[in-house]
């Protein structure tokens, strides 16, 4: 199994930065696309920003510009630089991660716990 360990979210006021990351450990054979979804209260869970193995991004188009996705292979780790934050970003971020587990052929994905990111003055 792949477990995923979220840090960084935490109360910021508008127009601040945080910098989310979120590690994964375990039986890991291969991750393939790491990403960030967001979901508010009352709201559907909604992607963020994804990023392939190749380093290829996508991201939403409110956090365009804003958001900077980027992962270190060798940590298996990926991060979320959030610049410019606005209270819409008002939020739980779950990193997801798809992988392949030692010993299977096949892909998973798997989430984190969620953090907390408040923006508010």
């Known amino acids: 199994q792949v477990q995923l360990v979220e840090s960084g979210g935490g109360l910021v006021q508008p127009g601040g930065s945080l910098r989310l990351s979120c590690a994964a450990s375990g039986s890991i054979g291969s991750i393939y696309a790491m990403g960030w979804y967001r979901q508010a209260p009352g709201k559907q869970r909604e992607l963020v920003a994804t990023i392939t193995s190749a380093g290829s991004t996508n991201y939403a188009d409110s956090v365009k510009g804003r958001f900077t996705i980027s992962r270190d292979n060798a940590k298996n780790t990926v991060y979320l630089q959030m610049n410019s934050l606005k209270p819409d970003d008002t939020a739980v971020y779950y990193c997801?991660?798809?992988?392949?587990?030692?010993?299977?052929?096949?892909?998973?994905?798997?989430w984190g716990q969620g953090t907390q990111v408040t923006v508010s003055s």
């Open positions: 997801n991660v798809v992988a392949r587990v030692v010993g299977y052929s096949g892909r998973s994905a798997y």
